[in-house]
């Protein structure tokens, strides 16, 4: 009986769901987490006559045929990108992406990657890094004597000494961006990495080549929509219900054909 198998992989794919909808509600507090929608395709169909067979001596031929579907399959896990809320922290370090792009970083590997986290921080050489100890491209290392740190929209950093009038550049952070964001690898700590499906990273100045602003003392906040979510979440739950109504149903249908005397 094909509903068990049929129902089987709809309670799989429902599973599956709810599995995502919970990592959205786990990482609702996440700095710069985007929320993830699990995608799905119906599987192969078993052709018991196919639309278009003749089937009459006149040539006749069936306007539909009958096309047994075998169940769902997932197809995708995807980025909902979408600009998460600005809010303010005051943290001279804390850097807010508004519009496209990623800050470059640089794994202990020597690997690129990439986040849209900005709450970085500095080591105890001054050099500005992720929370995660990790590099940001370009190194930029703030003086010990420097009295406050200013970072503008384009991504000059200025440091202010007590013996200087004038602000000194210490450097200015790039940003990358890709054709399709939605093809990027994550690999958990906020961090993406480059793969065939999102191309190549093009790196820029902020502001520049369709590129996000820097906003200075303020963070990313997820882009998690708690009601949503929560409405997903029982519509998932339904649907795993639905069909272990049908393996129930269909279980009772076998086991009143092995009751036939």
Do not use: C, W
């Amino acid at each position: 009986m094909r509903a068990l198998q049929i129902a089987a992989a709809g309670m799989s794919a429902q599973q599956m769901r709810v599995e995502v909808i919970s990592n959205n509600l786990a990482n609702m507090n996440t700095t710069g987490y985007n929320a993830r929608r699990a995608e799905f395709a119906d599987l192969h169909y078993q052709q018991m006559a196919r639309p278009g067979t003749i089937s009459a001596a006149d040539g006749t031929v069936l306007p539909t045929g009958v096309q047994l579907g075998l169940g769902v399959r997932p197809t995708a896990v995807s980025q909902m990108l979408q600009q998460g809320t600005v809010i303010s922290t005051g943290g001279d370090l804390d850097l807010s992406i508004e519009g496209e792009g990623y800050f470059e970083i640089t794994l202990p590997d020597g690997r690129p990657a990439y986040t849209r986290d900005g709450g970085l921080k500095r080591t105890g050489d001054g050099l500005i890094v992720t929370s995660d100890g990790f590099p940001v491209v370009p190194d930029i290392t703030i003086p010990r004597d420097a009295r406050s740190i200013s970072i503008n929209a384009n991504g000059e950093v200025y440091a202010s000494f007590n013996d200087r009038i004038e602000p000194e550049m210490l450097g200015q952070f790039t940003m990358a961006t890709f054709v399709n964001p939605r093809g990027l690898e994550a690999i958990g700590s906020n961090l993406f990495l480059e793969t065939p499906a999102s191309g190549p990273s093009v790196v820029n100045a902020p502001g520049e080549d369709g590129l996000g602003t820097l906003r200075q003392g303020y963070l990313e906040e997820s882009s998690v929509d708690p009601v949503k979510e929560v409405t997903d979440l029982i519509e998932a739950q339904r649907g795993y219900e639905l069909n272990s109504k049908v393996i129930t149903t269909a279980d009772q249908m076998l086991s009143a054909t092995v009751q036939i005397r």
